[in-house]
């Protein structure tokens, strides 16, 4: 006698179309590990480090306003007004300058990019010695908390860069 078909195949899966109620499954959390790893290995944040070092160098030692004609911000010859990132390049050149304080009365989020590529730089120079690393699986709350937070770091440097400028003008 047969087993019966309970024992032997899995449940039949709903029909094309259908809508399944998925709240007996639990939402993914977040998950925040620290790991070393077996071998040398370079990931994306090490790349960002390479880039805004290799960025913050490029501001230090190449004059670019003396060279391109066009630089500059055009949001801001054709409004007056500063756009979401003047003032970064500024900021890279004065943090490569060590002039922190200026470069962060210049644009904050450029300051704090320069910041986090430098911690990044440091992070690829010590590669070779596989410092430990970080695991983060974010669930979607979260991501979208992350999200918002960019998204109003952006609107506030914005502002900060509106009421410079409207100082300057008092």
């Known amino acids: 006698m047969p087993p019966p078909p309970s024992q032997t195949s899995p449940p039949p899966s709903p029909p094309e179309g259908a809508i399944v109620d998925t709240r007996l499954a639990s939402p993914p959390r977040t998950r925040v590990r620290f790991y070393r790893p077996r071998r040398v290995t370079v ?25 391109w004609p066009g ?5 801001r010859e054709l409004t007056g007004w500063p756009c979401l990132s003047c003032g970064m390049t500024r900021s890279f050149d004065w943090f490569a300058q060590g002039r922190f304080v200026d470069a962060l009365c210049v644009n904050p989020l450029g300051f704090l990019l320069a910041c986090s590529g430098a911690f990044l730089a440091l992070w690829l120079v010590l590669a070779p010695l596989r410092p430990p690393r970080i695991e983060a699986v974010l669930s979607p709350r979260a991501q979208w908390i992350l999200r918002a937070l960019a998204i109003a770091a952006c609107l506030l440097n914005w502002a900060y860069l509106l009421a410079m400028r409207a100082l300057e003008g008092a």
């Open 71 to 75: 630089w500059g911000c055009r949001f």
């Open 43 to 67: 990931g994306w944040l090490e790349i960002y480090g390479g880039i805004v070092l290799a960025l913050v160098f490029a501001a230090r030692f190449i004059p670019f306003a003396r060279f």
